[in-house]
């Protein structure tokens, strides 16, 4: 009988690094750090929780500084949102790892995102 690893990596899309200066937006809430990841079908982010009142997450925009590239009105949905303190006792400042999925995107989103795996990325 084959067993498998329930560790295993289970996503469709490869995850690509981004690059330093490659940062995202939650644009209904003060939600804004740099991304860790991106695929195709989402993509993962650190921030610093600044407004406590809950809002929605449903849409996104992607940034890279240096070259004035800007994706905006990217339609996601949360998978996880969840608190990364190192519990360190002068550790005052709460920091989160995000993570998101698109939801259905424009075929010129498509584009874009495309753009944005293949130029600010390592790969």
Not at 7 to 15: D, T
Not at 89 to 103: A, D, G, L
């Amino acid at each position: 009988m084959e067993q498998t690893n329930p560790l295993s990596e289970k996503r469709e899309n490869q995850r690509f690094t981004a690059k330093d200066g490659a940062f995202a937006v939650i644009t209904s809430g003060l939600r804004l750090g740099p991304i860790i990841d991106i695929s195709k079908a989402g993509f993962s982010f650190f921030y610093v929780p600044i407004d406590d009142n809950e809002s929605s997450w449903d849409n996104a925009e992607i940034y890279f500084a240096q070259d004035d590239f800007h994706l905006q009105n990217l339609p996601i949905q949360l998978i996880s949102d969840h608190s990364i303190d190192e519990d360190l006792p002068f550790n005052y400042v709460e920091k989160r790892r995000c993570s998101v999925t698109f939801r259905r995107l424009a075929p010129f989103q498509k584009i874009q995102l495309d753009y944005f795996i293949t130029h600010y990325t390592r790969h």
